[in-house]
C-alpha cells in the first residue's frame, strides 16, 4: 500500500538540529527573524547562523496579520524606515525567486471628520516631501476606487475623503515566509523548530549564548526577534524593555466572488478590510486595551469592528465569519519600532513593531542584520534606538499610525 | 468580554472600563534628582508580566472609581481586587482622602 501514496512534497528547508556554537543566533523564527537571517547571509556573508523558534516557524504574529503593506507614515524616519521596506517589497518576489502574491492594489486610509482631513491632507504632503506615493481623494474619486463603499452622508461615520496609496497592497504572509526560509537555509542557516530559550550565557556585560530547551548554544551575537514575547526573553537576559504587550484581532469571512478591489482602512471607526486573493474578506480590529499574552481578545471588539463595516460597506452585511484569531503585539510608547543595540554588548533587539510589523518585515531584517553585522545600526534605524526613550527624541506615530496598520 | 468584580459595584462587562496599565507606579518623590535613565525608566518603562499582573482599572460608566486588581495576564481571570486608598480612607483627616 505504502507505495501508492504520493510522494512527500519537496520540503523548503531542512529541519536543523542545533550545534553547540554559531556566529550568530536569532531568537525567534517569524517573518523579522527569518529576514533578518535571510540578510545576515546574503548581504553580509555571515552565513554561520541559527533562527532559534519555540514553536513552529512563522507560527505567531507572522500567521495572524492581516497582511496590508503601506509606507504613508507621517514622520520623516518612519516614512524612510516604512518606504524602503516597500520597495523591498517590491524587489522581493524576484530576489527570493518565488511568487508570494505582492498584489499593489493600493490602500485608502479614510477621513471621517474634519480632524481627520487635516492630519490626511497634512500627511500626503508629508508623504511626498519624503517621495511616497500619496494622494488625497474625495468622497467621490474614493468611490472610484472602491466603489462598493458607502459615500453616503447619512451615516454615523460619514467618509470624508481618503489619503491613497496606490503601491501599497498585500501579500501572502505565509508564503513570504517560506520565501525567506528556503533562501536562508539554501545561504547555509539553520532554522531550528521546538528551541526555547530559557536563559542567557554572560561573560560580564556581555552575551556569549544562550541556553535553551535544546541545549546550550554559543554565540558570538544574539538578535532578538521575539514580536509579543519580547519582554520576557529580554528579561532573561536582564534586559528591560518599554514594551506592553497586548492582544490584537483579525478575522476573516467565507470566500466570496472578487468585489473589493483595494485596501480600505479606517483609524476613526477601527477597521482595515481587504479581500485576500482567494476571497475571503480580512478585517483587523484595535487592540484589546489590557496586557495580554492570551492570543484571544474580547469578542465585543469584533462586534465594534463588524458593526464599522457593515456600515462602510453595505454588502458586507450578509457575510458570515468564518473565524475571529488573535495574536500577542509589542507595543511602545511612541507606537514606533525598536531596531537597536542594547546596554549588553553582542546582544540587539528588534521589537515594538506593535500593530504593524509585517509589512517592516523586509527593512526591520535588512537593518537589523547590517545592526549586528556591523554592531552599529544602519541609518535608517538609527533613529529607532532604544535610547530615544531616554533622549526624548521619540518618533510619534501615534496620531498617524498606531490605531490601525 | 471579561466580567470585572468592580470593588464597588460588583461584576461587570469588561466595556465599563477603562484600563490603567500597571498599578502602584509611584510618582518619583522628587523627579528633578532623577537622570534621564531614571526618569525614562519611569515614564516609559513598566512591567509587561506574563502571569499574575497588578494593574490598574477605572469603572468608568459606573461608579467611575479607580481600583487595583491582579490578572492573569494568559487566562485573563481576575484573582483579587482592592480600592485605591482604603488605608487613607480610615486614616485620613477630612478635606485630605484620597481623591481630593
Request: hydrophobic letters at 40%.
Amino acid at each position: 500500500m505504502a507505495e501508492q501514496l504520493p510522494e512527500h512534497p519537496e520540503f523548503l528547508w531542512e529541519n536543523s538540529e542545533p550545534k553547540s556554537s554559531y556566529d550568530v543566533v536569532i531568537v525567534g523564527g517569524g517573518g523579522h527573524g527569518l529576514a533578518t537571517a535571510y540578510y545576515l547571509a546574503a548581504h553580509h556573508g555571515i552565513t554561520n547562523v541559527a533562527v532559534l523558534e519555540r514553536g513552529w516557524l512563522a507560527g505567531g504574529n507572522m500567521a495572524r496579520n492581516t497582511a496590508i503593506i503601506r509606507s504613508n507614515y507621517l514622520w520623516d524616519e518612519s516614512a524612510h524606515l516604512y518606504e524602503r521596506s516597500l520597495s523591498m517589497w517590491e524587489q522581493l518576489p524576484e530576489e527570493l525567486d518565488y511568487d508570494f502574491l505582492f498584489s499593489q492594489r493600493g490602500v485608502l486610509n479614510l477621513a471621517h471628520t474634519l480632524g481627520d482631513v487635516r492630519e490626511s491632507v497634512r500627511r500626503v504632503e508629508a508623504n511626498r516631501l519624503n517621495g511616497v506615493d500619496a494622494e488625497w481623494l474625495t468622497p467621490e474619486e474614493v468611490k472610484e476606487v472602491c466603489p462598493i463603499l458607502n459615500i453616503g452622508e447619512d451615516i454615523r461615520y460619514p467618509v470624508m475623503g481618503a489619503t491613497y496609496q496606490p503601491r501599497a497592497g498585500i501579500a501572502k504572509h505565509d508564503h513570504v515566509a517560506w520565501a525567506l526560509a528556503r533562501r536562508a537555509a539554501e545561504l547555509g542557516v539553520d532554522l531550528i523548530q521546538n528551541c526555547e530559550v530559557t536563559g542567557f550565557l554572560k561573560d560580564g556585560e556581555r552575551v556569549v549564548g544562550v541556553e535553551t530547551s535544546r541545549g546550550r548554544i554559543h554565540a558570538g551575537k544574539v538578535g532578538l526577534c521575539a514580536a509579543g514575547h519580547s519582554s520576557m526573553v529580554a528579561e532573561l537576559a536582564g534586559l528591560p524593555l518599554p514594551i506592553q504587550s497586548h492582544p490584537l484581532q483579525a478575522l476573516v469571512s467565507e470566500l466570496f466572488e472578487p468585489v473589493h478591489p483595494t485596501v480600505v482602512m479606517s483609524n476613526h471607526v477601527h477597521v482595515y478590510v481587504s479581500q485576500a486573493h482567494k476571497g475571503e474578506l480580512v478585517m483587523g480590529a484595535g487592540i484589546d486595551q489590557y496586557v495580554g499574552y492570551g492570543q484571544r481578545g474580547a469578542f465585543h471588539i469584533i462586534e465594534e469592528q463588524m458593526a464599522a463595516a457593515v456600515e462602510l460597506f453595505p454588502i458586507f452585511a450578509r457575510a458570515h465569519v468564518l473565524r475571529t484569531w488573535g495574536g500577542v503585539v509589542d507595543t511602545t510608547f511612541d507606537a514606533s519600532p525598536i531596531i537597536s543595540k542594547t546596554p549588553i554588548d553582542q546582544l540587539y533587539v528588534n521589537c515594538g513593531w506593535g500593530t504593524g510589523g509585517f509589512k517592516g518585515t523586509p527593512a526591520a531584517g535588512y537593518t537589523f542584520a547590517h545592526t549586528i553585522a556591523h554592531d552599529e545600526p544602519h541609518p535608517l534605524n538609527a533613529p529607532f534606538s532604544l535610547e530615544r526613550f531616554e533622549t526624548g527624541f521619540l518618533i510619534d506615530e501615534h496620531g498617524a499610525a498606531a490605531v490601525a496598520h | 468580554m471579561m466580567l470585572i468584580p468592580c470593588p464597588h459595584c460588583g461584576p461587570r462587562n469588561e466595556n465599563e472600563f477603562t484600563y490603567g496599565g500597571q498599578a502602584q507606579v509611584a510618582y518619583p518623590d522628587d523627579p528633578h534628582a532623577l537622570d534621564d535613565a531614571a526618569w525614562a525608566r519611569y515614564l516609559f518603562y513598566r512591567d509587561n508580566t506574563k502571569g499574575l499582573f497588578a494593574e490598574r482599572w477605572m469603572h468608568a460608566t459606573g461608579c467611575g472609581k479607580w481600583f487595583d486588581a491582579v490578572r492573569h495576564t494568559t487566562t485573563y481571570e481576575f484573582h483579587e481586587v482592592r480600592r485605591v486608598g482604603r488605608m487613607l480612607e480610615t486614616e485620613s483627616t477630612p478635606g485630605k482622602g484620597p481623591h481630593t
